[in-house]
């Protein structure tokens, strides 16, 4: 699911080329992507767009008069920037959104699609700021707050912090792919509970979050050079341990680990961040049960037995 980063270029990208533009036409080609019934999204043909923002991982189109389109990409949603003749509907288009200039040149389309069988991406028209604060999950900026703040949020509630940094009603905007990568840089466990960190320690993670999402959103930005962004992925090369199961630590060369849980996978080093202990991945700890291995010497022991029987 995209995050912070990946919105923001979405954002740079469709100021660039809509604010100031005239809706002149819009077209929903799935039954289902449509979320709300009033007002109607024709009413907005014929409206300048006059602002674009983000709503925790939602991206918000604001026309005027108060009329905005709220956009949920989930999963697999993705947005494109299409000449007209380049826009035709296909099996994965969801939408699409013609905009125009004032002297009515059209300027291109602003095309939804989803890739995969399950339709998660959604559209919602609102009227009025006061419906649309209706579609945050109430957490907070953290690139906006400070540490008091924040640590007041993630201690609401005893969770993981893996679970906290991913929580939309603790923080905003942050997921899988960037709290893997938060964590890292902060050199704390995905598995400490919000009430065992100290001062110093929740300083490192505050500001981790912030260095994180402040240098990927630059950098996503930078790389697309004001041109459209073609590929939104929670995996890339640069990162430090997302995605990056059985690689070496960028820091400190151990292999980086993982914890499978339902469709989502957790990325850590177990030197840097949780001292040497592997952390149970349910479904192997499960299989294995008492031959799970609790440390990395005892992981390297065990590759020693393999091997060794491999051999013989």
Known sequence: MPELPDLTVYIEAMRERILGAILTQVRMHSLFVLRSVEPRIEELEGRSVVGIERIGKRLVIEFDDEYFVVIHLMVAGRLHWREPDKAKPHRHRLANFVFSSAESRTLGVLCLDEAGKKKRASIHVV?????????????????????????????????????????????????????????????????????????AEWQRLFDACREVLTTWSARLVAECGGAWPKKVTAFRPEMAVHGKHREPCPRCGDEVQRIVHADNEANYCARCQTGGKLLADRALSQLLRGDWPRSLDELDAMRERHRGLTDS
Not at 132 to 137: F, K, T, V
Not at 155 to 162: A, E, I
């Open 127 to 199: 009227a009025g700021r006061a419906d649309l604060a209706q579609h945050g999950r109430d957490g907070i900026e953290v690139l906006a707050c400070d540490i008091d703040d924040f640590v007041t949020r993630m201690q609401r509630d005893v969770h993981t912090l893996k679970r906290a940094l991913t929580d939309p009603s603790i923080l905003s905007g942050i997921g899988n792919a960037y709290s893997d990568e938060i964590l890292w840089e902060a050199r704390l466990s995905p598995f400490r509970r919000t009430d065992k960190l100290d001062a």
